[in-house]
């Protein structure tokens, strides 16, 4: 069993960063795929970055080159640094852990982004 535990959400202004942490605990040896999805108000959750345990990483199209995903694989945890915030980046961001066939997910931290 997986827990995860997120947090880092917000209030911010357009243009401006946040950082979201999400700190993997349990039974674990090694999680392969550790990422985070999102979901705006009556809409489906979207991937929005993901990282393999090996270093490689993919993006939604509409965050490249605003948000950074990063791994500390010792500390089983994961960042998302989030720059240039825009108010379509609000949403209710989740992190989410691919561990030996199933899917976790963590309790989800509010991002919102207004003037």
């Known amino acids: 069993q997986v827990q995860l535990v997120e947090s880092g959400g917000g209030l911010v202004q357009p243009g401006g960063s946040l950082r979201l942490s999400c700190a993997a605990s349990?039974?674990?040896?090694?999680?392969?795929?550790m990422g985070w999805y999102r979901q705006a108000p009556g809409k489906q959750r979207e991937l929005v970055a993901r990282?393999?345990?090996?270093?490689?990483?993919n993006y939604a199209d509409s965050v490249k080159g605003r948000f950074t995903i990063s791994r500390d694989n010792a500390k089983n945890t994961v960042y998302l640094q989030m720059n240039s915030l825009k108010p379509e980046d609000t949403a209710v961001y989740y992190c989410n852990v691919y561990y030996r066939l199933a899917d976790y997910w963590g309790q989800g931290t509010q991002v919102t982004v207004s003037s």
């Open positions: 349990g039974t674990i040896f090694e999680i392969y795929v």
């Open positions: 990282a393999t345990s090996g270093g490689i990483t």
